[in-house]
């Protein structure tokens, strides 16, 4: 907790679960971090937990951060410049899913709000009350995830919102909706670019991409590879997560890169004995 204009302000964290969120692998994300970097950039950005831990121990640490889901993007510029509606919309929300919370959840997740505050909050709504917290859409871009089984959600995190709101207001961070390439425009020596993005699949059945309806190919692999030896060239500490799979093992098996194994929980699958230890790689360039 941190004290600012006498309000007591707890530490920021992600505000929506995530697929492939890194909570708990922050601890080891930052052993890995180098010493010294100039701009943070986050392309993958999610959830954003190593972005809001950056932003919490790294005082007046510039940022750049990105994602390709413009809803995803919107809520943090909303929770940025408007969080305070935002809490009533939510509030709101958190009212009509007392009455009566299977109509309630359908109705909103069948609904298609224009308006900035209630995009975001119908987002943070599905979040907080879907099936496992899972962010899914179909080809159509329309969220398919069903309701879950909480008997008191917490639909309203106001405490975290206004702490998110906060620092991302006093951080200047740069928040913008893009493709990951465009990061090479951006990025200049000795700046840290973090990728963490839509896994290999290990199998086929660990085939998660439905984050935005574009999933994530072998193409963007092979990009994602060749931006990475373009930063690399540029000066840039790279620092990327991936699964533990051939291609990738196979794509960063040359200098500069160390390739190291970790291993993670897996938070997010439908059948929760499947949620335990695995190895995955955290390769960089430093
Ligand atoms: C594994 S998640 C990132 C998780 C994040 N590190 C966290 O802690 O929550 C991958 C993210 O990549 C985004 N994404 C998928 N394809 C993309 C692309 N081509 N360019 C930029 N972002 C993309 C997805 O929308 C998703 O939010």
């Known amino acids: ?39 943070y950039f986050e ?17 007046g640490q510039k940022c750049s951060i990105s994602d390709l889901n413009s809803d995803l993007v919107l809520s943090y510029t909303t929770i940025r410049d408007r969080v305070e509606s935002l809490i009533s919309s939510l509030k709101n ?20 709000p224009r308006s900035q505050i ?11 009350t879907c099936f496992n917290g899972l962010y899914r859409v179909n080809s159509k871009g329309k969220f398919n995830v069903p309701l879950g089984k909480y008997s008191n959600p ?5 405490d975290n919102l206004r702490s998110v709101s906060n ?20 990025a200049k020596q000795g700046d ?27 193409d963007d692999l092979s990009r994602l590879a060749d931006l990475c030896t373009d ?3 540029k000066g840039c500490n790279v620092l990327l997560s991936n699964s533990n799979s051939k291609e990738v093992t196979d794509m960063f098996s040359s200098k500069p890169w160390k390739v190291n194994k970790i291993k993670a929980n897996r938070s997010i699958n439908s059948n929760s004995k499947k949620r335990t230890g695995h190895f995955e790689l955290l390769i960089k360039n430093y």
């Open 1 to 39: 907790m941190k004290q600012q204009y006498g309000q007591i302000l707890t530490s920021p964290k992600p505000f929506v679960k995530w697929a492939g969120g890194k909570r708990q692998l922050i601890p080891i994300l930052n052993e890995n971090l180098p010493e010294t970097f100039g701009t």
């Open 43 to 59: 392309p993958f950005l999610g959830g954003g937990a190593l972005l809001f831990h950056m932003l919490t121990e790294r005082n």
């Open 93 to 112: 929300h958190e009212k009509n899913y007392q009455k009566d919370s299977k109509f309630y959840y359908y109705s909103i997740r069948e609904s298609n």
């Open 118 to 128: 209630e995009k975001t909050s119908r987002l943070i709504f599905l979040n907080r």
């Open 154 to 158: 917490n639909i309203v995190n106001e």
């Open 167 to 186: 620092v991302l207001q006093s951080s200047k961070t740069s928040i913008k909706c893009r493709d990951f390439e465009a990061v090479l425009r951006d």
């Open 192 to 218: 840290l670019v973090y990728f963490d993005p839509p896994y290999q699949p290990v199998s086929n059945t660990a085939n998660f991409t439905g984050y935005t309806n574009k999933s994530f190919t072998c």
């Open 231 to 233: 930063l690399d060239s």
